[in-house]
């Protein structure tokens, strides 16, 4: 089993509309969730964290953790064509290591 | 706003020479990783580091890999000699505490090829 999944798309979304980016994971007793986003040929960039379950919002993006589910999202409301990427999960569970998903390709069609 | 600085962008070696991948942490970090990416694949953790030692490492890091500290601003990843499979983008990482609690910065990143 994987230790975190994520659909790898693409996604794509008309500009202006909501994208919702899924991720589950292995290790229940995980405990920090992050959202990275990465452009083609560039670094991963965080985005989002949670550590807690419910949602956390940052602007646009609001980001869900439901533990018992094993499932984290990630929500971008009035997607922008700049928000087109890949969208990768990431979880701290054992040790000290960020295991990262393959990441979800969003398109946002101006 | 601090970076982390890796170099080179790029190398280019042949199979079996040795390479080593540096990078410049965040002055006031402890805490340094080294990840790579194959082409069109996850980015996948390959060791942490802190207080001068290995703290993790994964099953990748095998005996062509070590890391080093040389000074108190370098992090270097040593492949030793090189396979084709090594080619990747390399991207070292560093945090101001453990990343359970901590963001990490990454680099730009040093795209290797093995020829």
């Known amino acids: 089993q994987k230790e975190v999944e994520q659909n790898s798309g693409p996604l794509s979304v008309p500009e202006g509309a909501i994208a919702s980016l899924n991720c589950t994971y292995s290790?229940?007793?995980?405990?920090?969730f992050f959202w990275y986003r990465q452009y083609s040929g560039k670094s991963p960039e965080l985005i989002m964290f949670i550590y807690s379950n419910g949602d956390k919002e940052d602007g646009r993006f609001t980001a869900q953790l439901n533990k018992a589910s094993q499932y984290v999202s990630l929500l971008i409301r009035d997607s922008q064509p700049s928000d087109s990427a890949t969208y990768l999960c990431a979880v701290i569970g054992y040790g000290n290591k960020l295991v990262f998903g393959a990441g979800t390709i969003l398109r946002v069609k101006s | 706003e601090p970076e982390v600085t890796q170099t080179p962008s790029h190398q280019v070696t042949q199979m079996g020479q040795e390479v080593i991948l540096r990078c410049v942490p965040i002055s006031n970090h402890l805490y340094f990783y080294w990840y790579r990416q194959i082409l069109g694949q996850k980015v996948e953790f390959l060791v942490s580091?802190?207080?001068?030692?290995?703290?993790?490492k994964s099953e990748i890091f095998d005996d062509q890999f070590s890391v080093e500290r040389p000074d108190g601003s370098n992090f270097t990843l040593k492949i030793r000699s090189t396979k084709l499979e090594d080619s990747a983008m390399y991207f070292c990482?560093?945090?101001?505490?453990?990343?359970?609690?901590?963001?990490?910065?990454f680099g730009s990143g040093t795209q290797l090829s093995v020829l």
């Open positions: 580091f802190y207080n001068n030692e290995i703290s993790e």
């Open positions: 290790d229940r007793g995980s405990q920090s």
């Open positions: 990482a560093s945090s101001g505490a453990a990343a359970r609690g901590e963001k990490l910065f």
